[in-house]
């Protein structure tokens, strides 16, 4: 038995219908990786994205990109979308709405800041077409809260700040090792279809589990016609 719903439940979609958890797509799955970047797992997942042409989303933690500021610049060279998941992966039932929200703004000022010294160093060379298409994603300010835990006070801030809040659709698991790489495989396959977010995270702990699943995952939805999309 699991400790946690695979499947994101109903009823918190009918209660907070404006969280994405899924999107109305017939033939795409959007892989998330949560809690990058790490330059131990990280690059290890992109080179895997590659071998299908797979673009994904990363909700990252500000202090990794602060530590791994390569491996961050790695996801936005390859056109991946980037997501907030604050600074000290905090949890928002344990912390009040304006250190959390600051939590959020300081993870902010570090992806905008790692950005920034991205496109200047294309304008240097440049590349006018990948620049116009990383502004497009830059305008993008997505976020999904550290354990799926957040206040309704802390959602509204955020969505006041023009953040999409990202739940999920399935949960692979990854991160708890006690369940088998068979069965991370199975959370997945079993649970996701057409439009389906998926979680899994870029992290040492889930490592195990993520190393057998995701080539696999990426293996069974390209085999059925499924791309994969970065939100
Ligand atoms: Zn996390």
Partial sequence: MNRFFIKYPSILRKLYPNRITRLEEEKSIYLTFDDGPVPQIT???LAELKKYDAKATFFCIGDNI?????TFQQLIKES??????TF???NGWKNKTDVYVENVLKAEEI????RKECRRNRDKMQESRIKNQDITKANLKLFRPPYGKIKNSQASELIELDYKIVMWDVLSGDFDSRISEENCFKNVIKNASAGSTIVFHDSQKAFKNLNYTLP?????????GFSFKAL
């Fill in 66 to 70: 602060r530590k791994n500021p390569e």
């Fill in 88 to 90: 000290n992966h905090l």
């Fill in 216 to 224: 696999k995952v990426l293996e069974y939805y390209a085999e059925k």
């Fill in 111 to 114: 992806i905008l800041e790692i």
């Fill in 80 to 85: 991946h979308s980037i997501g907030n998941h």
């Fill in 43 to 45: 690059p290890w997942v």
